[in-house]
């Protein structure tokens, strides 16, 4: 017997347990979070809202953002669109698991692939990136029957134990070893390096096709080419991980678009949900027939709720965003490059579309400080490196904001200041 469901309130006149944004200052929020959080971390911000852009703290001081959640709010916070999907679908269906048909992944999932390149054209949905790569490397152990895996100096492939040990830093790694493998790495962009870890025994190269975590560093396309054609040599797997550099934050959907090397299996997440948490592991359909049925699985994986925040971001992207990706991105790049021109405290600036690195001869935590200070949030890559990955949606003006402040923070912390 099936009765008419009972009309859904509005999601913004239905009473919720939410606090109210101005209930409480920055100072009692980092009280009251010191009281429960990990104790990993000792925040120092509290922020409740966001709009575009920009990000506004308990106190009302608003920032522009040039971190976006590390490359993840790709479409800027409180995205109308995003925003109505995530609502909409939550008074729909919240959960539907991935061996059900549903009707907001499917249609997805129908987008992603007209925009992910050949021959990737199925996918595993996770909720992260250490996931996607996690069956990344499964479904290249079902593929190849080998369980080495090759990977690049200052890579980063996640925090979980399936993938630290191709995650390069010591620092994540040498506290929880043993582990269980051990990677073999490679000098990124060193094709006589790359060659000499291959033979037999590989399952998979992995690489970034632009290096996030390790310091914003582009890889040569000649490199990628180089590891598609060493790859195919062994019988081995190309496993781009475009966890941080996918989903149009180079101007293209996939980073290793640019240098024409098709991949086995690329793996995404941080911006694909525009902050909703998503990660998906891309494969040809040669790789996902290798997995025995059953041989993986999630519970959250793909849900709906993810699905409906992905597919507003994928049908941006479609919808002309990775042009302006590209445009603003050159305009940012031009800008940090005159200033890096007459600043000699600025060794390099590199990246590619809005995932922007500066490399300085210094530790950047003062200059990272000083832009806080004149309402600028950006992130590290390392000690030496400041990292932009701000919302697709900058706009020209927001990034001359940006290089304006940062030229402030160099002359804040200048060392005769
Ligand atoms: C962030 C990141 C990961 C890990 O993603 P999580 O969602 O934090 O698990 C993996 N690879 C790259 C390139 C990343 O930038």
Redesign the pocket.
Known sequence: MSEPPEPVPAPDAAPTALPDPAGASVADLLARDAAHHSGLWAPRHAFVRGEGVTLIDADGRRYLDLMAG??VASLGHAHPRLAAAVAQQAQRLITAPQNQANDVRTAMLERLFELAPAPLERAFLSN????A?EAALKWARAATGRSTFVATRRG?????LG?LPLTWNAAYREPFEPLGYAGRFVRYGDVGELDAAMDDDVAAIVV?PVQ??GGIHPADPAFLQAARRAADAHGALLIF?E???GAGRTGTFLAHEAAGVPADVA?M??GLGGGVPI?ATLMSADVAAAMPAGGHGTTFGGNPLAAAAALVVLEELAGGLMDHVREVGAHLRARLDALAADEPRIREVRGVGLMLGIEFKEKVAPLLAALEGRGVLAINAGATVVRMVPPLILTRDDADRAVDALAGALADTAPDA
């Not at 980063?156 to 979980?160: A, L, N």
Request: aromatic residues 4%.
């Open positions: 590390i490359a992260s990136g250490s996931e790569n980063f492939s996640g925090r979980t993938v970034e996030g975590e991980d966890v941080q550099a793996t997440a941080k990660g």
